[in-house]
C-alpha cells in the first residue's frame, strides 16, 4: 500500500472510530435519561442491554426473587458503565489511526501503549460489566443469589487480539533500537 493510500484510510478510520465513540457515548447518556426519567424498560429494550456471554463459572442459591424494574435497574447500570468505556475505548481506537496517519515510524512507545490499554479496557470491560450487574442483582434479591464470574465474548477476543498486536509492535520497537544501535 502507498503511504498516501494509508494516510488516507488512517484519516477515513479515524473519522469512523471517532462518530462511532460520540454514538456510544450518546447511548450512554441516554441510559442516564431513561433511569432519571423511570424509562428503564424502554431503555433496556430499545438499545438491546443484556449480560450475554459464555459464562465461566455461575451459580446461585435459594429462590430469591426480583422485581422487573429492579432488573431493569441493574442492566441500566451496568449497561451504562460499557456504553461508557465502550465509548472511550473507540476513542482511543480513533487517536490511534490518528498517530498513524501523522507518524512517520509505526513503531513506537506512544503506539504501543495506547493498543495495550485498548485490549486490556476490552478486556476488563467485558468483565466487569457482568459484576456489577449481578452485584446489583444480588443487592436487590429479597433472598437467595445469583452470580456469574467471568464473561466471555467477542469484545473479549478481540481485546486479546488487540493486546497481542501492541506486544509485536513492542518486539518491532527493541528490534529497531537493535538495529539502530548495530549500525
Not at 75 to 91: A, H, M, N
Not at 101 to 109: D, N
Not at 119 to 140: E, K, Q, S, T
Amino acid at each position: 500500500m502507498k503511504v498516501k493510500n494509508f494516510k488516507r484510510l488512517s484519516r477515513v478510520l479515524e473519522a469512523i472510530f471517532k462518530v462511532q465513540s460520540i454514538i456510544v457515548g450518546l447511548m450512554a447518556v441516554f441510559i442516564v435519561i431513561g433511569l432519571i426519567t423511570g424509562m428503564k424498560q424502554d431503555v433496556v429494550k430499545s438499545l438491546n442491554l443484556s449480560v450475554d456471554g459464555i459464562n465461566l463459572f455461575s451459580g446461585g442459591g435459594g429462590k430469591g426473587h426480583l422485581a422487573n424494574s429492579d432488573h431493569y435497574l441493574a442492566l441500566c447500570v451496568s449497561g451504562f458503565f460499557k456504553r461508557g468505556v465502550q465509548s472511550y475505548i473507540l476513542w482511543q481506537a480513533g487517536i490511534f489511526f490518528s498517530i498513524m496517519r501523522y507518524e512517520k515510524q509505526p513503531f513506537t512507545l506512544t503506539v504501543y501503549r495506547l493498543l495495550r490499554k485498548i485490549g486490556i479496557m476490552l478486556i476488563a470491560v467485558d468483565i466487569i460489566a457482568p459484576l456489577i450487574y449481578y452485584i446489583i442483582i444480588n443487592v436487590l434479591m429479597t433472598s437467595g443469589y445469583q452470580i456469574v464470574i467471568g464473561t466471555f465474548t467477542a469484545q473479549s477476543v478481540i481485546g486479546l487480539v488487540i493486546y497481542f498486536m501492541a506486544e509485536v509492535i513492542r518486539y518491532g520497537i527493541t528490534l529497531q533500537k537493535f538495529t539502530n544501535d548495530v549500525v
